[in-house]
C-alpha cells in the first residue's frame, strides 16, 4: 500500500477506537522493525523523523526508505514530521512528500505559536495532516530539551485549534520527552482538554509512561502516541550485546537483523499496549 495521509489515518483511528504509535526512524533497521510490527498487528499507524535526525540522510531518502518498504505492508501508513521547529523543516518535509506534518513553536508566546502555525497551515496541502502543539513538553528530545516546560491550558485549546486549523493538537500534561520513567498522566486535565478541543489529542513521550496509563489513553480522545527511545535503546542494546559477548563480532548483517527483530517485538508490544482491543 502506498503511504496515506495522516488524515487518513485519524479518520481509521477514530472510527475504529484505535490509538495510532507514531515511531520514529532513522535507519532501514528502524522501519523494517517498525513496519514487520505493524503488520502483525494491522493498527493504523505514524512512521516520524524529525529533522534532528536527517542530518545524516536527509528528507529524501527516509521517505524512499518508508514507502519502498511500505508497498507490501496492507496497513494504512503516513510519514509524519516530528517536531518541525521551523518553516524551513516543513518546506523540506513537503517536498520530499511527507503525509503529515507536526509545526512546534509551543516554546514561543501563544500568540508566536499561533502566528507560525497557522502559516504551517497554509503551507499544507488540504490532503496533509497537521500537528501543532500548545503547552511546552518537558525532557529531552535528541538531547534538546526546552528551556521552560508547562501543561497545556484547557482555556486556550479551543481557539488555538480553531485558529491554527490544525488536525491534531498535542498537549502537555504531565507526559515528557525521551525515557522519562517517572513521568505520569495527569488525567484530570487530560479530560478538561479533551472537552474543549475540536480536534484529537496527541500524547510524545510514549516510551516512559507505564503500561496500564498508555493503556487508558484511548478513552480521551487521544489518536497519537509518539514513542521514540524504546526503538532507539532496543538497537544499541543489541549492538552492544553484540560487541560484548564477542569483541571481534564483524556480521554486520547477523547482528542488524537481530536489531530489526528487537525493536518489531518493542513496537508490537507498544501498539498492542495502546490499543487493548486490538491485544
Known sequence: MALVSGIDVIKECTSRGLVAGAF???NIETTMGII?????????????????NVSLSGYEYIYDMVSRR???CDVPVALHLDHGKSLESVEGALAARFTSIMIDYSEYSYEENIKVSAEARLMCPPEVALEAELGSIGGKEDDVAPEHASFTNPDQVKHFVETVGCDM???SVGNQHGYAPNARIDFDLLAKIREESPVPLVIHGGSGLPSEQLGRLHEFGVVKVNVASDLRNAMIRTFG???AANPNE???????KNAVTAITDVVERR???LNPSAA
Do not use: C, D, K, W
Open 24 to 26: 520514529n526512524t532513522t
Open 36 to 52: 514487520a510490527a505493524v503488520e502483525r498487528v494491522g493498527v493504523p499507524t505514524f512512521i516520524q523523523v524529525a529533522p534532528t
Open 271 to 273: 501498539i498492542r499496549t
Open 169 to 171: 493538537l498535542a498537549i
Open 250 to 256: 564483524n556480521s554486520l548483517i547477523r547482528v542488524s
Open 70 to 72: 511500505l508497498a507490501t
Open 241 to 243: 550485546e553484540a560487541y
